[in-house]
């Protein structure tokens, strides 16, 4: 059941773009959701000025909180998460963990963002390390939840085990998957490949009954939808989905200029643009934007740092879905029930 009131913070500073691509994904947002109230952190009178460019001079589901400072995507995240308190980053964090909204988003440096969310909303109990989880696209038509994908590099087996419980309650919460199949990524599918840690982790996962643990998997197959949950350490996780964005957009690349170049395939390619659009959306990153950053005590939605009004607009979504499904909670009472199980 939908809350009656759904309410985010937004970073409208952060990103490569900033205020020009969060000011239309925010206008966009309140339209397509009705029970939304949004918060927006930044420069106040330019977020006004640009509002009113916009056509929307005042909006009653609209309201500020004034920050003077940035952070900038070339910020240290320990330097921003001492001297950047009064930015939009931190602002809309301080909203979260002050219960004054539901959810925040932004498109700013990961690394500080990571930073300020770990020390502001703090960790829920029975979980030791934050995950960045994001949704890929797949073979069958539903999407397949990937972690860690770079907020935390070393992960011992411990911790991969609770990204593995974490993972499986954002499926079956956000997307209705039940019983989802979770996975470790893997070298090979083989019991005798991988580190000491993954295969730890492999143990862990096969002790545990509130879970749906099918093995090792391999990265060939991470868009297969062989698993639902695809679980790996945050190295492993990042460099995966920067190759995959970048194999997605030469592709589309590669097929544009050879409809380009010949004749003979610009007529094909006139014929069958209706699969092409189709084809081109479903593989665009845009719309699979908006990382969630879970196993805090609060919702945070990492953009893309060069995001656009979609791909910002597509983060929002996310948040709107995890506040709707109450995820947190979710994920602590999933995770004290194993606690207990162990005991």
């Not at 990103?15 to 969060?22: E, H, I, L």
């Not at 308190?85 to 500080?112: I, Y």
Request: glycine share 8%; aromatic share 4%.
């Amino acid at each position: 059941m939908q809350p009656l009131k759904l309410t985010l913070a937004l970073d409208m500073m952060g990103g490569d773009y900033g205020p020009q691509s969060t000011i239309p994904a925010a206008i966009a947002a309140l339209q397509e959701f009705p029970q939304l109230y949004l918060t927006l952190c930044g420069d106040k009178p330019l977020l006004e000025q640009l509002l009113s460019s916009a056509g929307v001079i005042a909006h009653p589901r609209l309201c500020f909180v004034h920050s003077e400072e940035q952070v900038l995507m070339s910020d240290k995240p320990a330097v921003a998460l001492r001297n950047k308190r009064h930015s939009s980053m931190r602002h809309a964090l301080d909203l979260v963990e002050q219960n004054q909204v539901q959810a925040c988003v932004s498109a700013g440096n990961t690394g500080a963002l990571i930073a300020m969310a770990h020390y502001v909303l703090k960790m829920l109990n029975g979980v030791e390390r934050p995950a960045l989880v994001g949704a890929l696209p797949s073979c069958n038509g539903k999407p397949v939840y990937m972690l860690d994908l770079g907020a935390t590099v070393n992960c011992d087996a411990d911790t991969l085990f609770q990204f593995a419980m974490m993972g499986a309650v954002m499926a079956e919460e956000v997307m209705g998957i039940k019983a989802p199949k979770v996975a470790l990524l893997n070298m090979g599918e083989e019991e005798i490949k991988g580190s000491d840690q993954i295969k730890r982790a492999s143990q862990l996962l096969n002790q545990c009954n509130e879970l749906n643990y099918i093995g090792y998997i391999e990265g060939n197959d991470i868009f297969s939808g062989k698993a639902d949950v695809i679980v790996c350490d945050g190295f492993v996780g990042n460099v995966a989905l920067k190759t995959c964005e970048g194999v997605a957009k030469l592709i589309l690349k590669r097929a544009q200029q050879s409809f380009q170049q010949r004749p003979l395939a610009a007529l094909l390619g006139w014929l069958f643009k209706p699969a092409i659009k189709s084809l081109s959306q479903g593989m665009n990153p845009d719309h699979y934007n908006g990382a969630s950053l879970i196993g805090l005590r609060g919702i945070v939605v990492k953009s893309h740092g060069n995001a656009t009004k979609d791909a910002f607009l597509s983060a929002i979504r996310q948040a709107v879905r995890e506040v709707e499904r109450q995820v947190p909670t979710k994920i602590k009472d999933r995770l004290e029930q194993v606690l207990i199980d162990k005991a």
